[in-house]
Antibody
């Protein structure tokens, strides 16, 4: 069964860049039937889509975050990654990686990883 | 951007009762591209319904979705103890946005 696992620092300083990687196991990231994304959830709050990527490298970003977000894919490692620049305390959240079925149903979620922005 | 509003914010019910959750969109959701997710504390969300009314794999038939355009509903016909959770709607017809959630708690 396909699994997704987030990894990366749990603490990031303000103004720095948050970097997370999602490792996909039990299935290929190169499937044309799905695409891959990042969704976050501030503590005690709701869900926010950050962006998505196809294995080909085509990306789609939340307009409200687009200027700070980069999502990339490494098919050789079956991984995709998130970079969010110039972070502030408002970026503190649980970050989920996910598999999506076009045009945008989230059919599988990682367990999530808490990233805290603090000096 | 399509903004989703969910009501009520909290629904207090007893096991065995019927739950009706509402999701309203600020503009029409194309092709009924509306999904519902369940989230329990400390867990990732789980897909329940997609395409407004199609149940995801393994979802019990006590969960049903309906609606089109701007008004959508998730119904849980008889609440089981494991159904007390937060429910989110999501539209994926124009970018992706989530509603703020409805918490279903035990009365």
């Amino acid at each position: 069964q396909l699994q997704l696992q987030e990894s990366g620092p749990g603490l990031v300083k303000p103004s720095e860049t948050l970097s997370l990687t999602c490792t996909v196991s039990g299935g290929s990231i190169s499937s044309s039937s799905y695409y891959w994304g990042w969704i976050r959830q501030p503590p005690g709050k709701g869900l926010e889509w950050i962006g998505s990527i196809y294995y080909s490298g085509s990306t789609y970003y939340n307009p409200s975050l687009k200027s700070r977000v980069t999502i990339s894919v490494d098919t050789s490692k079956n991984q995709f990654s998130l970079k969010l620049s110039s972070v502030t305390a408002a970026d503190t959240a649980v970050y989920y990686c996910a598999r999506l079925r076009p045009p945008g149903v989230v059919i599988r979620w990682g367990q999530g990883t808490l990233v805290t922005v603090s000096s | 951007e399509i903004v989703l509003t969910q009501s009520p914010g909290t629904l207090s019910l007893s096991p065995g009762e019927r739950a009706t959750l509402s999701c309203r969109a600020s503009q029409s959701v194309s092709s009924s591209y509306l999904a519902w997710y369940q989230q329990k504390p400390g867990q990732a969300p789980r897909l329940l319904i997609y395409g407004a009314s199609s149940r995801a794999t393994g979802i019990p038939d006590r969960f049903s979705g309906s609606g089109s355009g701007t008004d959508f509903t998730l119904t849980i016909s008889r609440l089981e103890p494991e159904d007390f959770a937060v429910y989110y709607c999501q539209q994926y017809g124009s970018s992706l946005t989530f509603g703020p959630g409805t918490k279903v708690d035990i009365k």
